[in-house]
């Protein structure tokens, strides 16, 4: 059983996937995947190269057969059905055009399949380009778009027969980063607009957060985990989950203590953590603590010498800048201090933080870890 069954949408699925594998003559590509998907919900398939997101969203397509498992829609079994079945549209990185084909005819061309009228056609292709901005392109030919125009048309030409089922795949990677952004908006935007079921595999991690309802984080054809950005992203439930999303602080520690006085010492010092992951480890064991650079919190040195936090908080310590790297409206600030022994410690500071307090390599600064924030696994 997956990670997922915990948190499957309430609901009856829209889509359900129950123990999907896929081999590759003796690798195993998917390692038996259960999922749950809401009508209406936008999902995407997170992960590195390789981690079998494209495989699985293929096989929902109906473009490989799995080797084991079961693939509901609404409660029918659509396992065995061949695409034209399945009641989806699907973009893909390369769009797909036909390139002989105006826009209007790329458009129609599932419509044409499907034996409708002329005129249906036409009023389809037309309001179509309407609702993804290009309004009027009906007799040009893709060679005459722009990147972003012609994913655009492939995703009118996705929409025309109206499907249940929207599948794109990595339908915005092979765009300039600010056509990316902009179109990304607008696909969340029109997905909301038609409340299509929509599965997006994606690896860039922004994207996911920018887009999706619930992220399905994939690794080496398992599910590490399955939530919203913000669930995924503040509370990892894997290490490789941890590591993967984000950037991230891992710090060796030892825990000490037990019950309510537990803490974890990371070089000299012991910290107190107040995350339910501190639970079940036993004293005195080896861990990794994990804190994002924005839970390492700077305060300007007082005046009078204090460093600006709680008096007596055990996870204030003072570290020195090690370096700077200018991340534009931020900078990641490295730090490192003899408390923690060898720990070199990633920090967001704003770069108006930094020209007030006039930091630069060399200074020193205090510092807290925030405690509810700091995640341990053993």
Known sequence: MSVLSAVAPAAAPYLRLAGIRKDFGSFTALRGLDLDIGEGEFVCFLGPSGCGKTTLLRIIAGLEVQSAGRIELRGRDISSLPPAGRDYGIVFQSYALFPNLSVADNVAYGLVNRKASKERARERVAELLALVGLPGSQGKYPAQLSGGEQQRVA???????????????????????????????????????????????????????????????????????????????????TLFVADFVGRINALPATLDGGGSAAGVRIGEQVFRCEHASLAGHAPGCECQVYLRPEDVLARPASADGGNGFAAGDPNVFEAEIDAIDFMGPYCLVRVTSPRLGSVRLSVYLSLNYLAESRLEVGSRLPLRLMPQRMRVFG
Do not use: W
């Open 155 to 237: 995703l009118a030409r996705a929409l025309a027969t109206s499907p249940g089922l929207l599948l794109l795949d990595e339908p915005l990677s092979a765009l300039d980063a600010i056509v990316r952004v902009k179109l990304r908006h607008e696909l969340r935007s029109l997905q909301r607009q038609l409340g299509v079921t929509t599965i997006m595999v994606t690896h860039d991690q922004e994207e996911a957060f920018a887009v999706a309802d619930r992220i399905v984080v994939m690794n080496r054809g398992a599910i590490e985990q399955v939530g919203s950005a913000m669930a995924v992203y503040r509370d990892p439930a």
